[in-house]
């Protein structure tokens, strides 16, 4: 079992940048596969990036590529979400996630396990 915990969020103008970072405990934060998703009030969880227990698979949804960046450091047993260009519509409730499929970067919420409590970020125009 691991328990996560996200931090990082806050509110932004437009453009700006965030790094949103979970801390996951127990020794075994490797082999699990990790990933951020997003949600709305009143709308469904989506995935956002995914990533490999070895960090050498990454996933991106369409609407972050090239501005969001996933990453993990499995010796500080954290993973990371770099967002850059923000926008009105990146703003959510962000939460970390692990799935026991550790081989891939996992791109549905059914494949996760276990779940941080998410944190907040909203971007401003």
């Known amino acids: 079992q691991v328990q996560l915990v996200e931090s990082g969020g806050g509110s932004v103008q437009a453009g700006d940048s965030l790094r949103l970072s979970c801390a996951g405990s127990?020794?075994?934060?490797?082999?699990?596969?990790m990933g951020w998703f997003r949600q709305a009030p009143g709308k469904e969880r989506e995935f956002v990036a995914g990533?490999?227990?070895?960090?050498?698979?990454?996933k991106h949804a369409d609407s972050v590529k090239g501005r969001f960046t996933i990453s993990r450091d499995n010796a500080k047993n954290t993973m990371y979400l770099e967002m850059n260009s923000l926008k009105p519509e990146d703003t959510d409730v962000y939460y970390c996630?692990?799935?026991?499929?550790?081989?891939?970067?996992?791109?549905?919420?059914?494949?996760?396990?276990?779940w941080g409590q998410g944190t907040q970020v909203t971007v401003s125009s």
């Open positions: 127990g020794r075994t934060f490797s082999t699990y596969a």
């Open positions: 990533i490999s227990g070895s960090g050498g698979i990454t």
């Open positions: 996630a692990a799935s026991r499929f550790s081989w891939d970067a996992r791109g549905s919420r059914n494949d996760y396990d276990y």
